[in-house]
C-alpha cells in the first residue's frame, strides 16, 4: 500500500470516530460544560447547543434547563415542538420537547400552556394561582377553581357575578336559585376534575343551583338537611338501600335515629337526648356540654363545667317532672307559664304578699324541712 492510499485509511477511520462521537450522546457535552461544535458537540437530544463556548440550552429566552429532568424545556407561551438543534435542514422532523414546570403543550398551537389554577409569570414560568384575600393584579392571578376575582387589588368574590363569599368552603359561589356555570378541565397529569359556582350540596342542573336530594333551601338561600322532626316519618337504612328514587329518603333531625316499627318508622331521640317543643333533639341533664344552647331549655338547663344542669345552685333536677325544682327555702315563681323552677316534691311556691312577682318554697301542711332542704312527711 502507497503512502496516499494509507493517509486516506487513516482519515477515514478518524472521520468514522468523530462521527460516532458525535452521535453518541453518552460522549456528547452535558450543560454549562465546555464544548466545541467540531471536536466537543453538545448533546443536542438534550436541546443542547455550544453557545460562546458552553453547552447552552439551544434558544434562550425560550427555553431553559430543567436540572430535574437533565434536559431543556419550554417555557410558557413558546413552542413545544422543536427541530433538533444544529440541523442542516428546515425540512428536518420536529420532536416535542417538555414545558416548564406546572404547564403542558397545549394542541392545537403547538405552545406551552401553565395549567388550571396556574398563571404566567412575566418571567414565562408557571405560578399557583392566590388564595382569598391574598393582591392581585388581574382575574388570572386569582385561584379560578374556587371563583375568585381579583377585586381592588385583593382576591375576593365578585358581587357582579352574583358571587359571594362561603368561608366554609373557601369558595365564591351563587345563592340557591340564581344562575350558575360549571367547569371542566383535565391538569397536568391528567386528572379530570369538575366545580361550580353553587353552594355545598347543591348543584348546576341546567344552569341553576339547586339543592340536592335530601336538602332544601334555607334562609340564607344555602342548602340545609331536610329532616324529619322527632315523632314524624323517616327512612331506615335498610329501606334507604333498596330507595331507587333519592327524593323519597327521608332522614332524622340531628342527634336522632329513625326507629323502625310495623306501622311506620319515626324519628326517636337518640339516648341521652329529650325532645323540645319544637320535634328537635337536646342533651338531656347531666351530658357533656360546651354551651347552654345544647342543653334542654324547657327544664331549664345550662353549661356548667361542661355538663347540663341546673343554673341555680338551690335547684336540683326533677327525672320524672323533667324540671329544676327549687329547694325549700329558695324563690321561685307561682307563673304557670313561666319556664322558672317550680319547689321540689312536697312543696309550694307562697308569695309573701301580692305585690311580689316571686315566692319561696315552703313544704306543704304536714311535711317539714329537711337539712337537705327537702320536704319529708312529719312524724
Given at each position: 500500500m502507497n503512502k496516499f492510499k494509507l493517509l486516506c485509511c487513516v482519515l477515514w477511520v478518524l472521520t468514522l470516530n468523530l462521527a460516532s462521537a458525535y452521535m453518541d450522546p453518552y460522549l456528547q457535552k452535558g450543560y454549562k460544560e465546555s464544548c466545541s461544535n467540531d471536536s466537543d458537540p453538545c448533546n443536542s437530544v438534550k436541546f443542547l447547543s455550544c453557545l460562546e463556548g458552553q453547552c447552552l440550552c439551544s434558544s434562550p429566552g425560550e427555553l431553559v434547563y430543567d436540572y430535574g429532568r437533565d434536559q431543556c424545556v419550554a417555557l410558557a407561551s413558546y413552542s413545544c415542538l422543536r427541530v433538533m438543534p444544529d440541523s442542516n435542514s428546515v425540512q428536518d422532523p420536529k420532536y416535542q420537547i417538555g414545558c416548564t414546570d406546572y404547564a403542558k403543550c397545549a394542541f392545537p398551537g403547538d405552545s406551552c400552556q401553565c395549567d388550571f389554577t396556574y398563571y404566567e409569570a412575566e418571567n414565562h414560568t408557571c405560578i399557583r394561582q392566590h388564595d382569598y384575600g391574598a393582591e392581585?393584579?388581574?382575574?388570572?392571578?386569582?385561584?379560578?377553581?374556587?371563583?375568585?376575582?381579583?377585586?381592588?387589588?385583593?382576591?375576593?368574590?365578585?358581587?357582579?357575578?352574583?358571587?359571594?363569599?362561603?368561608?366554609?368552603?373557601?369558595?365564591?359561589?351563587?345563592?340557591?336559585?340564581?344562575?350558575?356555570?360549571?367547569?371542566?378541565?383535565?391538569?397536568?397529569?391528567?386528572?379530570?376534575?369538575?366545580?361550580?359556582?353553587?353552594?355545598?350540596?347543591?348543584?348546576?342542573?341546567g344552569g341553576t343551583c339547586r339543592c340536592n336530594a335530601g336538602y332544601?333551601?334555607?334562609?340564607?338561600?344555602?342548602?340545609?338537611?331536610?329532616?324529619?322532626?322527632?315523632?314524624g316519618p323517616c327512612t331506615t337504612d335498610r329501606e334507604a338501600r333498596n330507595t331507587v328514587d333519592p327524593h323519597f329518603i327521608q332522614n332524622c333531625t340531628e342527634n336522632a335515629y329513625c326507629q323502625e316499627s310495623q306501622a311506620f318508622s319515626y324519628c326517636k331521640c337518640k339516648e341521652g337526648y329529650v325532645e323540645t317543643n319544637d320535634g328537635l333533639c337536646v342533651k338531656a341533664y347531666g351530658q357533656s356540654c360546651e354551651m347552654d344552647e345544647e342543653c334542654d331549655n324547657l327544664a331549664p338547663l345550662a353549661c356548667i363545667e361542661n355538663?347540663?344542669?341546673?343554673?341555680?345552685?338551690?335547684?336540683?333536677?326533677?327525672?320524672?317532672?323533667?324540671?329544676?325544682?327549687?329547694?325549700?327555702?329558695?324563690?321561685?315563681?307561682?307563673?304557670?307559664?313561666?319556664?322558672?323552677a317550680v319547689c321540689t316534691t312536697n312543696a309550694y311556691c307562697v308569695k309573701a304578699n301580692a305585690h311580689l312577682n316571686y315566692g319561696k318554697c315552703i313544704c306543704a301542711r304536714g311535711f317539714v324541712t329537711t337539712s337537705q332542704k327537702t320536704c319529708s312527711k312529719s312524724n
Open positions: 392581585c393584579a388581574i382575574d388570572e392571578n386569582c385561584d379560578q377553581f374556587r371563583f375568585f376575582s381579583c377585586i381592588n387589588g385583593k382576591c375576593s368574590c365578585d358581587p357582579n357575578k352574583n358571587h359571594r363569599y362561603d368561608q366554609k368552603n373557601d369558595k365564591c359561589m351563587v345563592p340557591v336559585g340564581e344562575k350558575c356555570r360549571v367547569i371542566e378541565f383535565q391538569s397536568i397529569n391528567e386528572k379530570q376534575f369538575k366545580t361550580d359556582e353553587c353552594a355545598q350540596h347543591a348543584s348546576c342542573e332544601r333551601i334555607s334562609s340564607d338561600r344555602t342548602c340545609e338537611p331536610l329532616f324529619s322532626l322527632v315523632s355538663s347540663c344542669g341546673c343554673a341555680d345552685h338551690l335547684q336540683v333536677f326533677d327525672d320524672k317532672l323533667r324540671r329544676c325544682v327549687g329547694l325549700a327555702g329558695s324563690r321561685c315563681w307561682k307563673d304557670s307559664n313561666t319556664t322558672a
